[in-house]
């Protein structure tokens, strides 16, 4: 008999017991508790905040984190495993945990000073504070290097002065890892972090509206005018470029995780549609240009997931490279991003109905092929590093 089909190369053997058991948990969590309800979020463009609590008791926010700061502790497959199971449900479900883990968890850990560590790292951990992440602005996406906002020194700390755009959470987030650039007189700039409460005068959080992607997912501007912050707030860990774009190697590696779920989603619907929707004489599955669908669909998401897990073991040695993490990131993406358009073509008018959940997935691995460095940006990273030469600028 053919192995299961969402898992053809048998890389559950790989897995440990421990790994399994987090990825059953977190699978239940999605079939039970969130995909009854993504539907109407999806519509609405609203998160289930009310799923926060829940989240934290899995281990979703920050399980890398060591348990004396409040994390699972977990290895880094286990990461990935939940960032998949989460994404099968909705890639916007799996934002919400990658931002809390991945982009304010880590850089706290990372770069920030033991109080910071004490007093922020164990309320995250269990959903008590969210916090969001602001690095992109309207003219400075994909160049961060060329950020508009700025610290000044000021009495005490800083003043921050500046526009973050396209931020996930933002609005609900009680604090903000917000990257600016510190003036300073020899003309040196760094580039700072700083941890931005969300009661601090001069900061404000509007919401984004008119999105047809990520729709179950609180996007926002965070707009910063004289906003002060004091020295403490500063991560003093790390004053360059290097402070956030770490923090996207980690958030990627998620990514590259959490698009197989949204991808098996995909191929999984269409799979069982193929087999019982009957056109002309026969189910359509036995048309062999779906049957070629179909395997394609296959042979991308075997690959991304063996990709995925040497990628796991490599972080997990500490041998890591952030280029390898860019392979994965634009591989596996852009893969799924292939496979729901394919789903959504063999499902035919339902490939458009929100009873399935393809057109779904569709539309919000747009978003996920573009945020975390768009497909094209890894694809100049993975071109200098292998050629030597920039052909950014
Ligand atoms: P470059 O000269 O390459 O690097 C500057 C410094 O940073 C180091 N570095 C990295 N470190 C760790 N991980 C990485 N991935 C790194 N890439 C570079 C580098 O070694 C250097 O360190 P140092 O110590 O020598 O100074 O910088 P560049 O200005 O040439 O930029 C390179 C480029 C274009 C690849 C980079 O800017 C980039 O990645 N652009 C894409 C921006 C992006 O991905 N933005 C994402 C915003 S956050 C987001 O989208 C969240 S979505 C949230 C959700 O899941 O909902
Ligand atoms: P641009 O940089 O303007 O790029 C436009 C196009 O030009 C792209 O196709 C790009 O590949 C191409 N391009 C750019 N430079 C080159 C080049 N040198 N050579 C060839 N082609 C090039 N950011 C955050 O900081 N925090 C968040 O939480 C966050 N959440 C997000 C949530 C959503 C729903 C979305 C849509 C975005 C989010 N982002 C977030 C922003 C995201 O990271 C940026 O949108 C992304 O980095 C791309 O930047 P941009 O939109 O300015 O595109």
Not at 164 to 190: M, P
Not at 224 to 231: G, N
């Amino acid at each position: 008999m053919a192995p299961s089909s969402s898992d053809y190369f048998a890389v559950d053997e790989l897995l440990s017991p421990e790994q399994r058991q987090v990825r059953a948990s977190v699978r239940r969590f999605v079939d039970d508790a969130f995909l009854p309800r993504v539907r109407t979020h999806f519509a609405a463009a609203t998160f289930p905040t009310e799923l926060t609590p829940k989240l934290a008791a899995l281990g979703c926010f920050g399980p890398t984190v060591p348990t004396e700061y409040g994390g699972a502790g977990l290895d880094s497959i286990s990461y990935g495993l939940m960032c998949q199971e989460l994404e099968r449900g909705d890639s916007g479900l799996r934002s919400f945990a990658s931002v809390q883990s991945s982009l304010v968890m880590y850089p706290i850990l990372a770069f920030g000073s033991e109080d910071q560590k004490r007093h922020w790292l164990p309320q995250l951990a269990r959903g008590e504070a969210i916090g969001c992440f602001g690095l992109t602005e309207p003219d400075y996406g994909s160049n961060p290097g060329g950020m508009i906002m700025r610290a000044r020194p000021a009495d005490g700390g800083f003043v921050l002065n500046g526009t973050k755009r396209w931020i996930t959470n933002g609005s609900i987030a009680d604090v903000a890892v917000v990257w600016a650039k510190l003036e300073s007189d020899d003309g040196r700039d760094q580039i700072r972090g700083f941890l931005v409460e969300k009661e601090r005068p001069g900061f404000s959080r509007p919401l984004m509206h008119g999105k047809w992607s990520l729709r179950a997912s609180i996007t926002s501007e965070l707009i910063f005018e004289d906003c002060f912050v004091p020295a403490e707030n500063v991560l003093p860990g790390v004053a360059s470029l290097r402070g956030p774009l770490s923090c996207l190697t980690q958030a990627r590696f998620g990514i590259s995780w959490g698009a197989i779920g949204a991808a098996l989603s995909c191929y999984e619907c269409a799979l069982d549609y193929a087999r019982s929707r009957t056109v002309f004489s026969r189910p359509i599955g036995g048309y062999q240009l779906v049957q070629a669908k179909l395997v394609h669909m296959l042979n991308e998401i075997t690959k991304a997931q063996l990709l995925a897990w040497r990628l796991g073991t490599l972080k997990d040695a500490g041998t890591m490279r952030s280029e390898q993490v860019s392979l994965a990131k634009m591989n596996n993406v852009s893969t799924a991003l292939g496979i729901a358009r394919l789903a959504r073509d063999i499902l035919g008018a339902n490939g458009i109905s929100d009873d399935y959940p393809v057109i779904r997935h569709m539309l919000n691995l747009e978003t996920v092929n573009t945020y975390e460095g768009t497909e094209d940006i890894h694809r100049l990273t993975l071109g200098r590093d292998i050629t030597g030469l920039s052909a950014f600028e």
